[in-house]
């Protein structure tokens, strides 16, 4: 690792005094470090912002919950304001990797980071979230740009995520055996006039399916999905599973999903 300044930052004004163009934040440090370490990425200043107080903390409102940047995931599966506001939303901070990075990841990191794999970005579409930054007000439809993109400016801090509190709601992941990532997830939310089913893994950044969407709105069932054949052609293709493969998980996750949906 290469040598970098460091910051402990005691407030959001503090931790933005401190970034320059070649700074990062530093949240539970769970994709940071690793790449900071594999040389990946190098900074001349680390700013922890872990221990402000105003990120911390989870609040449910009549209608939405919001979550501040640093809430582990640990905080988030466990909390029974979420558990009952939102239970797929517990759900889905529950089965991010294991048991270490749900100690230690965020929900702030995890959605800067905008990993394609990732599970959150794929709730904060579904439930119409607004990002809070230091200066703004993100909707997440406007948020996540492209793979490891996002709205963010380069001195600019996420400090919370309201997510809105649907009717009914699910997420089903299929994980990569290794890492737990998802392959692909679908994280499916069911309002009184809208249906929205976004994925997460299987395209370079999370998105909705309008088809998904259409075929639920018309019968809100699995077997209105039997036969949805997905276009593959912007469907990621790794190693790990082929863009066919990926666009079938796709229709299997939401039937999954809609039949769990509550
Ligand atoms: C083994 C393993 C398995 C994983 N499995 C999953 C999984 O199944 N599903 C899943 O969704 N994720 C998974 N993750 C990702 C993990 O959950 C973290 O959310 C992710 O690594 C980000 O980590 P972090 O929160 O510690 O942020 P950091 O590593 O501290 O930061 C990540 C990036 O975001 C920036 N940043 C951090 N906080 C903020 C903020 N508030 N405002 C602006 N920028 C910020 C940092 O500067 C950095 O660039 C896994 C990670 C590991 C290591």
Known sequence: MKQFNFHEAKSVKEAVKFSSKNSAFLSGGQTLIPSM?????????IIN???IKDLKGIKVSGKSVKIGAVAKHAEVASSKDVQKAIPALSS???GIGDMQVRNKGTLGGSIANNDPSACYPSACIALNAIIYTSNRKIEAKKFFKGMFETALKKDELVTAVEFS????????????PASRYALVGVFLAKYKKDIICAVTGAQPVVYRSEEIEKALHNNFSPESLDDLNLVTEDMNA??????DYRASLVVSAAQKAVAHCK
């Not at 990946?40 to 200043?45: E, I, Q, T």
């Not at 790794?238 to 863009?243: K, P």
């Open 49 to 51: 912002i872990k221990n």
């Open 238 to 243: 790794d190693i790990h599973a082929s863009a």
């Open 92 to 94: 889905l901070a529950g």
């Open 37 to 45: 370490k594999l040389r990946l990425s190098s900074f001349s200043d």
């Open 165 to 176: 509190i649907p009717e009914k709601s699910s997420y089903v992941k299929i994980p990569n």
